[in-house]
């Protein structure tokens, strides 16, 4: 596997990027760094038009820990940041790190027209029913 080509990809990427240019953050860098991530998290919960509540309840997470993160009260969990950012369709670069497109869409360029076909059927299934895909998708598996 060549992963000399992706290294210097992120390199490219992140290289100047004020936290990952760094080894390890200093305590006031770690707080600007979660700051932001604050920040973002808000923004992109506003621009969807829903509540703190809504906004936890999407990724599996009460209500009073999103309002602990948004106020700074606790930093945001990795699994947190995960649940959103695919419930979303957020970028993590984004929200993380504030770089790229806020938001994924998938096309055909990035996942062939099959995936984005399927895609769309999962973004309009209930939870019932994306719990019956998945169960066919295992049997067809094992």
């Known amino acids: 596997m060549n992963t000399t080509g992706n290294q210097s990809k992120y390199r490219e990427r992140y290289n100047d990027h004020e936290f990952l240019s760094e080894d390890v953050l200093d305590d006031e ?9 604050r920040i973002r998290l808000k923004e992109v919960r506003k621009e969807l038009k829903i509540t703190q509540r809504e906004f936890g309840e999407s990724a599996g997470i009460d209500r009073r820990y999103v309002a602990k993160v948004e106020c700074g009260s606790q930093n945001p969990s990795f699994k947190f940041l995960r649940s959103i950012s695919i419930k979303h369709k957020i970028s993590l670069d984004w929200l993380l790190y504030g770089i790229g497109d806020k938001f994924v869409t998938a096309n055909e360029k990035n996942y062939g027209q099959e995936l984005v076909t399927f895609k769309k059927l999962l973004d309009k299934g209930s939870q019932e029913d994306i719990e019956v895909v998945i169960k066919m998708i295992n049997k067809l598996l094992n």
Request: charged share 45%; no cysteine; hydrophobic share 35%.
């Open 29 to 37: 860098k770690e707080q600007e760094f979660f700051k932001q991530i």
